[in-house]
């Protein structure tokens, strides 16, 4: 009996080493591939944040001449929505994704799936903000010509 229980221990505990060592390495890499997917549309939208402002800066310069200053009006405030909606959403990603991002190396299985859970949100997130941000820009270059 007390070899039984002996066996069963040491099973027990070379399985649970075994399970401390998992291989990650391909939730890793699939985080990684997310990450970097992400980046890419942050990116994009960097390069176009000038044109927010340029564009404002053209709107508003066009509502102040304009007998109907209403469509110039919403037109900005979409630019200025778009804006503001890219640099919240950079300050979290910052804080939540960019900071941790080395500790992703050292996470077990399941918080590593977490994670790419997140981040699968995130690059939604991302993604929706792009074509908001692109159909204000378009709105806007559309009332300016």
């Known amino acids: 009996m007390r070899i039984k229980k002996l066996w069963i221990g040491t099973l027990s505990l070379v399985l ?7 291989d990650t390495s391909k939730q890793q890499e699939e985080y990684e ?9 942050h990116d994009k939208l960097m390069v176009r944040m000038t044109d927010i402002y340029e564009y404002s800066k053209k709107l508003d310069k066009i ?23 890219m640099m919240n959403w950079m300050e979290h990603f910052g804080d939540e994704f960019v900071k941790n991002k080395s500790a992703i190396k050292k996470m077990n299985s399941q918080q590593l799936e977490a994670q790419i859970a997140d981040l699968k949100t995130e690059l939604k997130d991302v993604q929706d903000m792009q074509t908001e941000m692109t159909a204000s820009l378009t709105n806007a270059e559309k009332l300016i010509q």
């Open 16 to 22: 649970f080493a075994i399970s401390c060592d998992e």
């Open 63 to 85: 509502a102040d001449t304009s007998a109907a200053p209403e469509p110039y009006v919403n037109a900005k405030e979409r630019l200025t929505a778009a804006d503001s909606d």
């Open 33 to 41: 591939t997310i990450f970097k997917d992400v980046l890419n549309v």
